[in-house]
């Protein structure tokens, strides 16, 4: 029998999330939609709520650490940062929405950071899946007491909140690159500037259409892929799975490459995602290491204790 995962789902709004155990993604839409009311014909689409990243392999959605956050959309819903929602007043779930699990509401509030505490010291790289409000939760926590319930001196601790901070202002820097370069993309459109030189850059309308929609890119993405030096590493781990997916095969015709330079491409972004889950595995081994030493240190203070009663 496959194994249970815990996970939490919403719907666009974000009014309200249920905790639900499934053993696939398929069920995930299932039994998700159903708890949020959707229609069982409905077409449903899962994203991961914190930035909106498509979850639509099963191997990537199995990889999720539990109690991950899953947004529901139909069709023709797409998914916004939680300040857009409506009109910039809606918070993160985590210090205003009421959270629901098997019909229970959370501990909520200044409270909430323990939960996060208590799985980061289980599994250090869930910090990667953390989304900007946890990030935030528990860099604002007091190091004293966020050392208290990880376990872990102040000083490591101090090193993990600044370590959070770092990730906490690159993700910021991330989507303020993306938003100029939307912007900027937008005018040049508009001002009819484009230079000649790059035309290979910019996607013809029907054909942008056409092969955004036979292979999922975005034509941000495709533009990235086709002009950008190593663009395997400017990729998010779904959109190099997307292209080691297609294969060198389907990615020549979206490219409109020689065989040799996109199997080349191919092979680059199947290295490079090796390369990140490699990461993933030897955070989760030192999380692992870290929790085994602390188990050792417990079980000896604990053997000293009983030789000093035994003696007195």
Known sequence: MAELKACKVCNVNRHRYHGLAVTSLNQLKIKGGETLGFHPSASVSVVLEDDG????DEAYFLCLPANTKFMLLHANEIWKHSHQVDGGTAQSWSK????????????????????????LRQDLASIILMSEADLQILIDVPCSDLAAAMDFSQQKTRVLQDTLQRMLDRREEERQSKDLLKLYLKAMEQEGT????????RLDETDGVQVEAAAGFSPTTLMVLKDKKYPETRLSNEELQLVAGHGAEVMMEVLGWNSERTSALVQACESELRKRLQRVQALQSLSALNQSTSQAHTERDTRAK???????
Request: no cysteine.
């Open 96 to 119: 205003s929405t009421d959270v629901e699990v098997d019909g229970k509401d959370e501990v909520d509030g200044f409270e909430s950071w323990r939960n996060l505490a208590e799985q």
């Open 53 to 56: 990243t498509i979850v639509e």
């Open 194 to 201: 484009w230079d000649p030189q790059e035309q290979s850059a």
């Open 306 to 312: 009983r030789r000093k009663t035994h003696t007195h």
